[in-house]
């Protein structure tokens, strides 16, 4: 099996910085594209930001230049650095990923979630 286990959230205020982090590990060949979604209180999960395992990125528009997603292969791990954080930013932050395991099958992970909150 595979686990993702983020961390970096908490309550910060709105102009503010945080980092998120998501550990990869269990029964990984390599990694895949790796993401961030969030879910605020009534909405639908949304995409935050993608990266493949070329480093190619792809962001949503209303994180476009204040989030920076990267990741580290030799870790197995996935970050996202958000900046100039905003109220409307205040979500449960999932990393999730796509795994080539090392029995040759990819499969499709999620993490528990990280809640960040934005105060303003």
């Known amino acids: 099996q595979v686990q993702l286990v983020e961390s970096g959230g908490g309550l910060v205020q709105a102009g503010g910085s945080l980092r998120l982090s998501c550990a990869a590990s269990g029964r990984i060949f390599n990694l895949k594209t790796m993401g961030w979604y969030r879910q605020a209180p009534g909405k639908q999960r949304e995409l935050v930001a993608s990266i493949t395992s070329g480093d190619y990125t792809n962001y949503a528009d209303s994180v476009k230049g204040r989030f920076t997603i990267s990741r580290d292969n030799a870790k197995n791990a996935l970050y996202l650095q958000m900046s100039s954080l905003k109220p409307e930013d205040t979500a449960v932050y999932y990393c999730?990923?796509?795994?080539?395991?090392?029995?040759?099958?990819?499969?499709?992970?999620w993490g528990q979630g990280t809640l960040v909150t934005v105060s303003s």
């Open positions: 999730n990923a796509e795994v080539f395991t090392i029995t040759r099958s990819s499969y499709n992970y």
